[in-house]
């Protein structure tokens, strides 16, 4: 894989977090394919581009601040994984500190065309029950 590739795809991941980090859900949406298939744990089926794109505005709307401490990623041919530990408040005052894996494949378009992310739901409970 080239310097150039992993650039772009370093670049991607990035965007990514840092859309979500900042509430910019616009990015989100443009970062995502026409086509994206999002898979994520307790998932029975994968989610489309706008299923997906709902799922992250509902968890910047239940938020008041989302943090990413990244502990690991690994660029490959097309794509990154990556572990990292998600930090966010909700609007109640309920934190989490969740734990995740995830796996974004990346299109020689420049946007995310696969996303598999793994972590407990347990953690992301005290969210729901604020």
């Known amino acids: 894989m080239s310097e150039t590739d992993t650039r ?9 977090f ?13 970062l ?3 086509e994206v298939a999002v898979w994520k744990s307790g998932d029975v089926r994968d989610n489309d581009h706008v299923r997906s794109v709902r799922i992250i505005a509902w968890f910047v709307d239940a938020t008041v601040d989302r943090r ?3 502990l ?4 490959f ?8 530990v998600l ?7 309920a934190t989490i500190a969740m734990r995740v894996c995830i796996v974004i494949k990346v299109g020689a378009d420049g ?8 972590f407990d739901p347990a953690d992301i409970a005290p969210l729901l029950s604020a």
């Open 8 to 16: 772009a795809v370093t670049d991607v991941a990035d965007r990514l």
């Open 18 to 30: 840092d859309a979500i980090e900042n509430s910019d859900i616009a990015v989100v949406e443009r």
């Open 32 to 34: 995502f394919s026409p």
């Open 68 to 70: 990413y401490e990244i």
């Open 72 to 75: 690991d990623r690994q660029v």
């Open 77 to 84: 041919d097309g794509g990154f994984v990556q572990q990292h």
């Open 87 to 93: 930090h966010a408040t909700g609007r109640a005052g």
């Open 111 to 118: 946007l995310i065309n696969r996303v598999d992310e793994y």
